[in-house]
């Protein structure tokens, strides 16, 4: 039988034993003001006999940072045992030379988290842990967000799959619902049988002993891929983990692909048929500048935007400047088509992230300057240019526009890198709810009210978003093949009604007194929800 190690301080010892409960505070981190969307979360995984795979898994994470800062784990197995070792932070928070050595085997994955379906619990960071019927281990990490999240917890309800020492994430009852299904098959096969039944936006990487697995949902929504070591094979949410760990970018895993890697090489199954629907917002926001996706690097992408951008928008000025980091490519793609010189007017501070000391309300006061704070002799007296990639609520562009005045500039021209924000999503990012949404409180049947409205609310002397038509010509993708939900509101998958999703789905219909989730879930069946 599998044992499951688990290293983390006051959690639970190395010779615990797997079913070993353990409960600790877990406080709710605090995020700085802010107004960007969240992002959600980055995996990766490794298959390489000889190589330290816990450390490639380590760096893999630092490079996939970016995609989320609230927990970070590594799942480990040499053969005969699975080691997983997560906890609440960032990988270098969690992480230190004691517990990588300790952390020695052939197959690995790696998970850094933003919490999109359950809490920031311990309890729901990843990889999660299961045990199968037959006694083997099973460690699995999940990007994206699943939309019948409330069916699949029926169904382990039924089966009697009781969560993960309290787990409350989509992500653990896809877990389990896989580890059952192994009872007299292989994790293989469970996979191919389990798959199908996901709706949502997923990218998994799992394992057991020997194998890594990695799968890709039928839209293919978020990024996966798969890359070549001298000694084995590596995939990742990113290309930019590649190129940390010195591994050459293979191909994108296909959308509706499960891939399964060990001794006998690379195993290829489709589980369905491919309707390729890739977040735009990753060309945008969400991805590296160094990565690439579906051939197209997202720097480039970016500051195409910007030229597109200056077409469509231009304005008198005496200066481009990005929000960074964002911002850049973009800002530059514009100061290039507009021949507006580009200048650094806002220094960013690297280190400002999430805490979990709560702000004083004197710091809270100072809101955007935690972040953000511009070059005085830089932009008085400018005409300026500021390039975002987006605006969600509109606070921080409020906040900055009023900073930049007292700064000395002349004028605040806001330049947007994306179409408005008129939606949320259900595939992965954190937006706001649509009543956050400050572009969604607008006149959506008037698109220059809409724009003069948002312009009003942040304060810039002028406002152009860059359109739909031409922000999807930027990533050189097919229209067709792009998910732009956040933007137009048209849903590739369908979505059930507002009861069955959000992020505290589980933790609702399990704090309810009385209430089966089966009934819940089968109430809410097939009817399309939109905001």
Request: proline letters at 6%; charged letters at 20%.
């Amino acid at each position: 039988m599998t044992d499951l190690t688990i290293h983390s301080p006051n959690l639970l010892s190395a010779d615990a034993p797997a079913t070993s409960s353990c409960a600790r505070p877990s406080p709710e981190p605090v995020d700085q003001p802010d107004n960007e969307p969240r992002e959600e979360c980055g995996v990766f995984g490794v298959w390489a006999p000889g190589e330290d795979v816990a450390k490639l898994s380590y760096y893999g994470l630092y490079a996939l940072q970016h995609r989320g800062q609230e927990a970070a784990g590594i799942a480990v197995a040499d053969g005969a045992q699975v080691i997983v070792f997560k906890d609440l932070g960032l990988v270098s928070q969690v992480f230190d030379e004691q517990t990588m050595a300790s952390m020695v085997g052939h197959v690995a994955i790696g998970h850094c988290r933003y919490s999109t379906t359950g809490s920031t619990t311990w309890e729901n960071s990843q990889p999660i842990f299961r045990t199968t019927p037959a006694g083997s281990g099973v460690a699995l990490g999940h990007n994206g967000n699943l939309v019948n999240t409330a069916q699949l917890a029926a169904k382990a309800h039924e089966l009697g799959l009781d969560s993960s020492g309290g787990a409350t994430s989509d992500s653990d009852i896809v877990g389990a619902l896989l580890a059952h299904g192994a009872a007299d098959k292989t994790l293989e096969q469970a996979a191919l049988d389990l798959l199908p039944e996901l709706k949502g936006a997923f990218c998994l990487t799992f394992m057991d002993e020997n194998t890594l697995y990695a799968a890709r949902d039928p839209h293919g929504i978020r990024p996966l891929s798969l890359g070549r070591l001298d000694r084995g094979w590596v995939v990742a949410s990113e290309t930019a983990a590649f190129d940390i760990v010195g591994a050459s970018f293979v191909r994108d895993i296909e959308p509706g692909e499960l891939l399964a890697i060990d001794a006998d090489g690379v195993r290829s199954t489709r589980f369905a048929e491919p309707t390729p629907k890739g977040c735009i917002f990753e060309y945008v926001y969400l991805a590296r500048p160094d990565s690439v996706i579906n051939g197209r690097t997202i720097h480039s992408a970016r500051v195409e935007i910007g030229r597109r951008l200056a077409r469509e928008h231009p304005v008198e000025g005496d200066l481009v400047i990005p929000v960074p980091e964002s911002g850049t490519p973009a800002a530059v793609g514009y100061a290039q088509e507009s021949g507006i010189p580009y200048g650094q007017g806002l220094m960013k501070n690297a280190y400002v992230g999430r805490t979990f000391i709560q702000p004083s309300q004197t710091i809270r006061q100072l809101g955007i300057r935690l972040k953000l704070n511009p070059l005085r002799e830089v932009i008085r007296g400018k005409r300026l240019v500021v390039v975002d990639d987006s605006i969600v609520r509109g606070n921080t562009q409020r906040a900055l526009i009023r900073m930049l005045r007292e700064a000395g500039a002349a004028e605040v021209h806001v330049r947007i890198a994306s179409s408005p924000v008129r939606w949320p999503c259900f595939y992965g990012i954190d937006f706001a709810s649509p009543a956050e949404l400050i572009a969604n409180g607008m006149d959506a049947d008037e698109p220059e009210a809409m724009v003069e409205g948002v312009r009003q609310a942040i304060g810039a002397d002028s406002l152009g978003y860059i359109s739909i038509d031409e922000m999807v010509a930027a990533t050189e993708q097919p229209a067709s093949e792009l998910c732009r939900a956040c933007f137009d509101g048209e849903y590739p998958i369908e979505l059930p009604t507002e009861t069955a999703m959000g992020k505290a789905v589980l933790e609702s219909l399990r704090g309810a007194p009385g209430v089966d989730p089966l009934t819940v879930a089968n109430d809410n069946v097939s009817a399309v929800m939109r905001p």
